[in-house]
Every structure is written in structure tokens, then in C-alpha cells.
């Protein structure tokens, strides 16, 4: 991915397109880069994550991009690994745990969601964030 728990802020692991003032903080980038460098397009594969970077919020009133994280906030059960959460069990967290969803949306200039929950703030693809 693009950007982790390493990095000690929040940040999408892999947007489409960028969130941000850094043209090469995107997939779309990379897959030109590659071709501008004679990788040829027939031999790329843009592959979809179905999981989550789950982040643990160093202060859960600051949940924007870029802002501090601790590392790895709890996985879902499904991965049973800390700091991922598989596609199906952030559905289920959206659906049926609304109450303790405290920001969801799109970062600005893409369509990446991410959704915060307590401490986490998990970032995730979903079939709008790859059209």
C-alpha cells in the first residue's frame, strides 16, 4: 500500500486517485510511471484490496488526513491481524454498529472512503472509490 501504520499518520493505502497535493501519491501514478518507463500495459495488473489499514487515532478529535496515529488499531476477526479489517467486516461495522461511528465519508479530490470508529480510522476501497 501507499501508506501505513509506519508512517505515524493517517493516510488511504491506496486511492485511486490523490488525496492530496502530491501527484505521485496515487495508483493512477504509479501505473503511468510504468508505462512511461516502457513497462508495457499488457504486463500491469491493478489489483482491488478487499481489507482495511485500521489506524489507532492519537487523539480521536483529529481524524483527518494526515493527522497522528499510535499504529495499529484492533483488525477485524476475520484477518485476525492488527490493523486490518477485511471489506465484509467494514460493511457489517457500517451496518449494524452505526452508534459508534463517529465520521465517515470520501477524502477531498478522490473517491476514497475511510470511516472513523472510537480510536480507529480505517481507510478501505469500495466499487465507487475504483470507477
Known amino acids: 500500500g501507499l501508506h501505513g501504520t509506519w508512517e505515524g ?3 488511504h493505502h491506496s486511492p485511486l486517485y490523490s488525496p492530496t ?5 496515487s495508483i493512477d501514478y504509479m501505473l503511468n510511471y510504468m508505462a512511461q518507463a516502457s513497462v508495457p ?3 500491469m495488473v491493478m489489483s482491488v484490496p ?3 489499514i485500521a489506524m489507532n487515532l492519537t487523539d480521536p478529535a483529529n481524524h483527518g488526513l494526515g493527522d497522528p496515529i499510535s499504529g495499529a488499531a484492533a483488525g477485524g476477526e476475520l484477518l485476525g491481524q492488527a490493523g486490518y479489517m477485511e471489506y465484509s467486516e467494514i460493511c457489517k461495522l457500517i451496518r ?3 452508534d459508534t461511528i463517529t465520521d465517515m465519508g470520501r477524502l477531498s479530490d478522490t ?3 475511510y470511516i472513523v ?3 480507529r480510522w480505517t481507510s478501505y476501497d469500495d466499487a465507487k472509490s475504483i470507477a
Do not use: I, S
Not at 21 to 25: E, F, P, R, T, V
Open 21 to 25: 497535493d502530491n501527484d505521485q501519491d
Open 96 to 98: 449494524d454498529h452505526n
Open 50 to 52: 478487499f481489507y482495511g
Open 41 to 43: 500495459k499488457e504486463k
Open 117 to 119: 470508529d472510537g480510536q
Open 9 to 11: 499518520t493517517t493516510g
Open 111 to 113: 473517491n476514497a472512503p
